[in-house]
């Protein structure tokens, strides 16, 4: 993938990826590599990690200690320098959430995206209307200013363009509960005008969105979460709660959700199916 599609985010990542799997093929552990460069071992830690960046001397004497040739010193140095270029979520970091900013970058380099939401239509999906009432509904038990949920709604535009409207965008399949289709966020004409949003996103190639409907069988108990898969990077499972997030990085509990989200989908309806439901809800909403 071209550095310039790159997300920095995820070249981080990669870095302390290969960084760590150097040295381990050296059968060193990361407090013997730390003794033999002088530094900590939390410092070693950090950097595969990618909780700390690390600086050009730094890779070239973990380089050095591992014995790497000059081909893979210059991908090394290349992935620090994608790591080091500012990802368009930066912008607006002071009003969202740092776990959220990180999904951000992983998202902006996710090769395919499975999507449960079983409350709201999910924010990549939503109108602008909807989605300035969705974050207000929240902003007096989370104390989001007004300037924050302005800043929040554009936040949530702008990664529409750039996940569903980018060159070689991802597959992204949603399975969206029925009852989000009828809990009225803002006026009718707002939930009038999403559901018709979501029939125009759904004909997107890229786009596979099902819906869940309220007599179905519900074979998984389980609250929303959004599965990204990469092309040279594990999988990651993002969960989000009302005042934190995390991640699921354990191989044997991704293929959990990747479990769950196949039984979900199995239960929902197909995609025509499913924009023959949404439309009749949007004409609900227009009475």
Known sequence: MPSQ??????RRLRLGQELRLLREKRKLTGAKAAGVLGWSASKVSRIEAAKTMPSADDIKAMAELYRTDPEKLEELFG???DA??????EDYEDTLPGEYTRFLGLEAEATYQRS????IVPGLLQTEDYAREVILASSGIARITHSGVRSRVEAR???QRRVLRRANPCALTVVLDESALT?????PSVMREQMEHLLEISLLPQVSLHILTLDSLHPVNTSAFIHLKFRDFDDVVYLEQLYTAHFVEDLERVAGYETAFGHIRSEALDEDESRVLIQRKAMLWRR
């Open 79 to 81: 992935l620090l320098r």
């Open 183 to 187: 809990r009225r966020f803002g006026e």
């Open 157 to 159: 535009l702008d990664r």
């Open 116 to 119: 449960w939401e079983p409350q």
């Open 84 to 89: 080091e270029q500012r990802g368009w979520w």
């Open 5 to 10: 599609q790159g997300s920095p985010t995820v």
